[in-house]
């Protein structure tokens, strides 16, 4: 299966942003002040984790110019539950191109925390070697007990990464049992730390190399907070007007 890194860029690398992209934190292209999302716990605008574009190959949301985006609320780490799908801590939907104003958002007058700042400069496409029924093993509640076979590969026999990208499937921290249930579909996660896979070329107080290199990476920020060592992970649904979107994290 096809899996997408992204190659990311600072804003002061980029032209200032004139219409979507594909982006982690910072403040949202294009939504109305009654489309930014309110936790449903603590009643406080929620902190953009990352907007991506449609793609047909990258990221299906149906539809050229739809935007998908990803919030969770930072009023109160530890205590809006923003760790869970569906329960009013995060946020994960789906908007026309018709529907997104011509500019930034707004900042909402409670200032929920603006996260690291980051855009796509291009995507890098990689193979996990995994093949379509392989996938199915890392969403075990998917599976008949009847079908599965005991000789066969376990989910322990691949090593999918735990960065942040579109596709794949997911480097499950906690249960696989987590996922949502009936007719989900997994198109990505977002890792609590962000990778700059090259060398930003200007400096930035935030960004630190790495000297491990670890999956080929040459900077790090520090990304959403997941709790420890995080990994959220980016669910659809299609079939109805507009794709819905489900968004949870688990940590270490
Ligand atoms: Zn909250």
């Known amino acids: 299966m096809q899996n997408f890194l992204p190659i990311l860029q ?3 690398e980029t032209e200032p942003q004139s219409a979507p992209r594909d982006k982690l934190g910072g403040l949202p292209w294009g939504l109305r002040s009654d489309m930014w999302p309110v936790c449903t716990q603590c009643g406080g605008s929620q902190s953009l984790l990352a ?16 935007v998908l985006n990803v919030f969770q609320c930072n009023h109160d780490p530890g205590m809006c539950e923003n760790w869970q799908g569906g329960a ?7 908007v026309e191109p018709e529907d997104l104003l011509r500019g930034l958002s707004e900042q909402p007058g409670d200032d929920p925390e603006i996260e690291f ?7 890098e496409t990689h193979d996990d070697g995994l093949s379509s029924e392989d996938a199915r093993l890392f969403f075990p509640s998917d599976v008949q007990p009847g079908n599965a076979d005991p000789t066969g590969p376990s989910m322990t026999d691949f090593d999918p990464t735990s960065s942040t990208r579109l596709g794949g499937v997911p480097f499950w921290i906690q249960s696989p049992h987590e996922a949502p249930q009936g007719g989900w579909t997994f198109v990505g996660q977002l890792d609590n730390t962000i990778s700059f896979r090259r060398a930003p070329t200007v400096d930035h107080p935030d960004v630190e190399p790495d000297r491990s290199r670890w999956e080929g990476r040459t900077h790090t920020a520090i990304g959403p907070n997941f709790g420890d060592n995080g990994v ?12 819905q979107g489900w968004f949870f994290w688990q940590c270490a």
């Open 10 to 12: 600072l804003p002061e």
């Open 117 to 123: 700042e980051a855009f796509v400069a291009e995507w």
């Open 51 to 66: 907007q991506f574009v449609h793609d047909p190959v990258r990221l299906d949301l149906g539809r050229t110019g739809r």
């Open 88 to 94: 009013g801590g995060n946020a994960c939907f789906v």
């Open 232 to 243: 959220g992970y980016i669910f659809l649904k299609h079939g109805g007007p507009l794709p």
